[in-house]
């Protein structure tokens, strides 16, 4: 199929993203306004102007609106506070139903905050992250995998990010990982898993080279794609490896996928959760992995050339794929 082809039927797809959506703020400082505290005699870092994006789960699901993709949703938990008021607020300016979002006070909304030299217009000072690090309560943990039993059957694809670099504290803990495996069972799902691939069951799971690496050593002890696909009873492992495409891993064995050559990109910030976006509605539409990843590569090669966690439009595919 072509990109046209594909992308004609995103408009009939309901797409469901789970798991840890996220906040980005992006902050642009003044280094001209680092006058030291009086009390402390620490330099501030003068923030001048702030703006909000969806991150992690909200990235891959903001790249889904963008594709014009007929409904997309997300479900995950925020904090009741300010955070989690302005990650609605995000979500639901692209369309993005929050209807299926966890508010609960006993947890922090999970925040990205990027400091940009407003002189230099560079991300250069660490970055202010809030995280939870403890287990989310076992009635948040029961409601939230109560919501995607009862909503899943009503999506085509479900994405999920498992964006967490905590031992404890994300939404895709092992109950929800079970609950996934028995979806998966009639829905296409497809895994975005940092930190424990290896883990799940049953599902189609896209980690980078990296990733994908890890998840093997700790799972079998050594490299072996096609040893922790078989581990993982996962129908595809799709990996992700930059500039040289993706390997597509399944019971026939592997298949490497390139991808169109971009010089000099100029963020890759976001990418994998593009390439998830674009590559999982085209494995529902067409049922090739392949096509699917040389799919998800032009989306990718579109967002890379953009500031931040950017996305991509139909006409923007269109145009690289000439």
């Known amino acids: 199929m072509t990109a046209a082809q594909i992308l004609a039927a995103f408009p009939k797809l309901r797409a469901l993203v789970v798991g840890d959506i996220c906040l980005d703020r992006w902050c642009r400082y003044e280094p001209a306004l680092a ?73 922090p909304t999970f925040t990205y905050t990027k400091l940009i030299n407003h002189q230099t217009g560079e991300e250069d000072l660490p970055r202010v992250d809030f995280v939870n690090v403890r287990p989310i309560p076992e009635e948040l943990e029961r409601e939230l995998v109560d919501r995607l039993e009862r909503v899943a059957g009503g999506y085509d694809v479900i994405l999920v990010a498992d964006q967490a670099e905590t031992a404890q504290g994300g939404v895709v803990t092992a109950r929800m ?48 794609y096609a040893g922790l696909r078989r581990h993982m009873a996962a129908p595809f492992l799709i990996i992700t490896r930059g500039g040289q495409g993706a390997l597509v891993v399944d019971e026939r064995g592997s298949a490497p996928v390139p991808t169109r050559r971009v010089e000099r990109p100029v963020d890759i910030c ?47 595919v269109l145009a690289a794929e000439r």
Do not use: H
């Open 177 to 224: 990982r079970e609950a996934l495996a028995r979806i998966a069972e009639t829905t296409l799902v497809w895994v975005d898993s940092r930190l424990r691939a290896e883990l799940f069951r049953g599902v189609v799971v896209k980690p980078n080279q990296q990733e994908a690496e890890a998840a093997s050593l700790r799972a079998l002890g050594c490299v072996d």
């Open 270 to 316: 976001g990418a994998g959760d593009s390439f998830s976006a674009g590559a999982a509605l085209a494995l529902k539409v067409t049922g090739d992995p392949v096509a699917a990843v040389r799919f998800g590569n032009l989306v990718a090669s579109i967002t890379i050339m953009k500031k931040g966690t950017g996305t991509a439009s139909p006409e923007e």
């Open 35 to 107: 006058d030291p505290s009086r009390e402390t005699g620490i330099p501030r870092i003068g923030v001048v102007a702030t703006e909000v994006t969806p991150g992690g789960g909200g990235t891959i699901a903001n790249n889904l609106a963008a594709l014009r993709t007929g409904a997309v949703a997300v479900l995950g938990l925020a904090g009741d506070d300010g955070f989690g008021y302005e990650l609605e607020r995000a979500l639901a300016a692209r369309g993005i139903s929050t209807g299926l979002l966890v508010r609960a006070c006993s947890v």
